[in-house]
């Protein structure tokens, strides 16, 4: 991973989070994702296996989105219900539009996630370790990725960050820093991970612990 693969990731992050960003601008960054996703599988994995843990381990205990299950090839909620369409988000955020697309508070989980997508946000709540064997298993199978391989990867990885970014923004609100702050620190991490090098994995445990939803938070919502 070169510094302009690290640059280019980096713009990804913002442009999801910054929602004003030019759609040329927006076409040329996920452009670059996407190579990125076929030719370092396994940074990218590992990357994504530390943010997605993060988003989903940061939310509160008693979220169910933070307590799915995989059955199968199926991610389901504590209910036993499957997860992964827009009406799993309305625990919190009822429809105000009868055309989703419009609606400011479930446009950005209008399209359903990708049974793999779903899982990932299920396996993310064990931790970075199990998540990265997850990838490692199923998707990063080998240091370059061709064609459909490439494809599945890159769909994982935006659907599950996207989903599990709209979750917590939820509690943490639309500016909340503990995204791209989690985002930027694993991009330096992924790289040790994938070469075998130590890193702080002490100081990480503490950002996240600090930027948790408080326990409660959510049956406030509810």
Not at 131 to 139: A, G, P, Q, Y
Not at 197 to 207: G, K, L, Q, S, T
């Amino acid at each position: 991973m070169d510094q302009k693969d690290i640059d280019w990731v980096s713009r990804w992050v913002v442009a999801q989070c910054e929602p004003l960003i030019a759609t040329a601008v927006r076409q040329e960054i996920d452009e670059h994702f996407a190579g990125i996703a076929a030719s370092d599988p396994l940074w990218l994995s590992a990357w994504a296996s530390g943010l997605v843990s993060d988003l989903v381990r940061s939310l509160d205990p008693e979220d169910p989105w933070r307590n799915l299950e995989v059955d199968g090839d199926r991610a389901l909620l504590p209910d036993g219900s499957p997860f992964g369409t827009w009406v799993d988000a309305t625990d919190i955020v009822p429809p105000s539009v009868p055309d989703r697309r419009s609606d400011l508070g479930l446009a950005a989980v209008d399209m359903p996630l990708s049974a793999r997508s779903a899982e990932l946000i299920a396996v993310a709540a064990g931790g970075w370790r199990r998540t990265l064997d997850w990838f490692r298993d199923n998707l990063a199978t080998a240091p370059v990725l061709e064609g459909d391989r490439a494809a599945e990867l890159l769909t994982t990885v935006e659907e599950a960050i996207r989903w599990a970014m709209f979750r917590r923004r939820l509690f943490a609100g639309m500016e909340d820093p503990f995204i791209p702050v989690s985002a930027v620190a694993w991009i330096s991490r992924a790289g040790k991970m994938v070469n075998g090098e130590a890193w702080d994995e002490a100081r990480a445990a503490r950002v996240l612990e600090s930027n948790r939803i408080h326990p409660g938070t959510y049956g406030q919502f509810v």
